[in-house]
């Protein structure tokens, strides 16, 4: 495969993004892209410039690498957007290296098992550096956006690999012991959480070689109910079986202040 070039990369810009920065983030992408030891596929940076006066942290930059077929992203909030790169960058790198470590140290087995032999999971993201949540009125919220995935059974552990590298707080999986769409998530100063719908069967964090702690299962509701739920009990997110379709579903909030919906299908 051709070496990633600057002119490769995908670049969205929202917002009075200066042109010098935009040339910033090429450059420094292909940086990254160039110390991978698997094939990038692809290269995408998003930048946003926001408007609101009132944010300490207005620049938000963001960039995913499609490593040999698995994305690595890397998402940041900043005061301005060539501190907001750097900072992006940075994270891009730690989580590439850490997927590299992964994949090369324990090859197949990994894989196949989802174990991570060393024993050790490290989510890298600074909460400082995230973007901040928008607090729009209700009335003005919508659902703007929705994605819906195939899903590939997968381990609990295969699951917070892939959460860490997309540096999410929560991810949609189907669990490949029981067949059933689940959720594994971070909670401040706790174990990681699973959660499962009702009337699953099985204990799937049973022998996982990260501490993860299986909670309440997740009700059959519809959208509405489940955004309700959302916005009622302050919660970032809820995992719920979709009355429609029956599979799993999260809804949460965006930091626009909208509502996402992510669902299996």
């Keep these: 495969m051709a070496e990633l070039s600057a002119a490769s990369i995908d670049l969205t810009v929202k917002g009075e993004v200066p042109e010098d920065a935009r040339h910033y983030a090429r450059e420094k992408v292909v940086g990254v892209a160039a110390t991978s030891r698997d094939p990038i596929l ?59 470590d992964q994949v090369h140290r324990n090859g197949r087995e990994r894989h196949r098992t989802g174990v991570v032999t060393d024993g050790e999971w490290r989510h890298g993201d600074l909460p400082s550096q995230r973007p901040d949540h928008f607090e729009r009125p209700y009335d003005e919220r919508e659902l703007v956006r929705t994605k819906r995935f195939d899903l590939t059974p997968i381990s609990v552990g295969e699951a917070i690999f892939d959460m860490d590298l997309l540096g999410h707080d929560f991810y949609l999986f189907t669990e490949v012991t029981t067949g059933s769409d689940a959720v594994v998530f971070l909670r401040d100063g706790r174990p990681l959480a699973l959660q499962l719908p009702e009337g699953v069967e099985g204990d799937p964090t049973t022998g996982a070689a990260e501490e993860v702690e299986l909670v309440a299962p997740a009700a059959r509701l519809s959208q509405r109910d489940a955004i309700e739920r959302l916005d009622s009990g302050k919660e970032r997110f809820v995992f719920f079986v979709d009355d429609e379709t029956g599979r799993g579903a999260v809804v949460y909030h965006r930091y626009d202040g909208n509502w996402g919906l992510i669902s299996a299908k």
Aim: glycine share 4%; aromatic share 2%; no cysteine.
């Design 42 to 100: 692809h290269a995408s940076v998003a930048l946003a410039q926001r408007a609101e006066p009132a944010r300490d942290r207005p620049a938000i930059a963001e960039a995913t690498l499609d490593v040999n077929g698995k994305p690595v992203r890397a998402q940041v909030a900043a005061s301005g957007m060539l501190e907001a790169v750097d900072l992006m960058v940075d994270r891009l790198a730690r989580r590439l290296r850490r997927y590299e």
